[in-house]
């Protein structure tokens, strides 16, 4: 249980939503799978066997599940395309525009029903105490999703964005022209600088050594007027991430010893998810503090309005 994105987001600290009433609100956006004539559904699933929420140390943890039925925009098409040239040669003359839209409807109702359904899930972490919420999801948009369905069950989500007094491309370049990360955090070997102009010219290091020897190439990109939007870090030698200039913290990865940690001594299936976990959300319970002072400290500002 190892997440690998973090879109970040503030709560109230602490959030004062008891467990059973965030429990019984979230039954009312439950999953349900694909209608014969759904393209999509979406709800909630237990992240594992039991309830909707799987509570660990005051930790919580949800899933969104979302079913979609796989329907090429190109077989409903050649379908369409198909039957216009049998009514063509029928009538002798093709299908109006009007005719060819209520086709094109008749072909996606008689298809759906047969199309293929995939589904992914989406985690989503609370931590009540204090007032973080995160969703595994690779884009903001992804994110809402969850969340824009979270906001439909619960009778209130005084959630915001994370604000930090820094913006990350201003850090992220600070850092980067003074060749020194901020306290607790290594710079990595991945970075993207992208010019603010029409022409967006973008220059990416992967794999590369950012260190000394790639100062100077590097200031003059910022001097050029480049910034970076990309920049992978490590910190404390227990997560490596790379921080985006809106914010998000990708690639998450778990060092070793972190993983060797969470299965230590347990082969229990469930008692792994638990332990892994329980670390994860620990970690973040000081990672995170660390890395919004690394940005400045936290922007005092009011919670988004349900």
């Known amino acids: 249980m190892w997440f ?6 503030r709560l109230p600290a602490p959030w004062k939503l008891e467990l059973a009433t965030l429990i019984e609100q979230l039954g009312r956006g439950a999953f349900r799978p694909c209608g014969s004539q759904d393209p999509m559904s979406r709800g909630w699933v237990p992240p594992r066997d039991g309830e909707l929420v799987h509570a660990i140390g005051g930790q919580w943890l949800l899933m969104l599940c979302v079913e979609q039925r796989l329907l090429p925009a190109a077989v409903i098409n050649e379908e369409v395309r198909e039957r216009a040239e049998k009514i063509t040669a029928e009538q002798g ?29 989406t985690p989503v972490w609370i931590d009540p105490i204090h007032g973080w919420l995160g969703v595994d999801a690779a884009s903001l948009a992804k994110a809402e ?118 299965e230590q001594g347990i082969d229990n299936a469930e008692e792994i998810f638990d332990a892994e976990f329980a670390l994860m959300t620990g970690e973040f319970a000081r990672f995170i503090p660390a890395l919004v002072e690394a940005l400045g400290g936290e922007e005092e500002t009011p919670p988004a309005q349900p």
């Not at 690998?4 to 987001?9: H, P, S």
């Not at 299908?95 to 293929?116: H, N």
């Not at 913006?167 to 070997?189: K, N």
Request: glycine residues 4%.
């Open 145 to 262: 999703e969850a969340l824009e369905h979270l906001r439909q069950c619960l009778d209130a989500l005084p959630l915001a964005l994370v604000q930090t007094r820094m913006s990350p491309t201003s850090a992220m370049a600070d850092w980067l022209a003074s060749g020194e990360a901020p306290a607790g955090f290594t710079v990595d070997r991945d970075c993207e600088l992208k010019a603010m102009d029409d022409e967006k010219a973008t220059v990416r290091y992967v794999r590369h050594p950012l260190g000394e020897e790639m100062e100077a190439e590097i200031k003059a990109h910022l001097a050029a007027g480049k910034l970076p939007t990309r920049l992978a870090l490590t910190w404390d030698d227990r997560i490596s991430f790379v921080l985006t200039d809106k914010g998000e913290i990708k690639r998450l990865t778990f060092l070793d010893v972190l993983k060797e940690n969470a």
């Open 4 to 9: 690998k994105n973090l879109q970040l987001y």
């Open 93 to 121: 003359y093709p299908p109006g525009r009007k005719a060819l839209r209520d086709l094109k409807d008749r072909v996606t109702e008689e298809l759906l029903p047969r199309a293929f359904t995939r589904r992914r899930k």
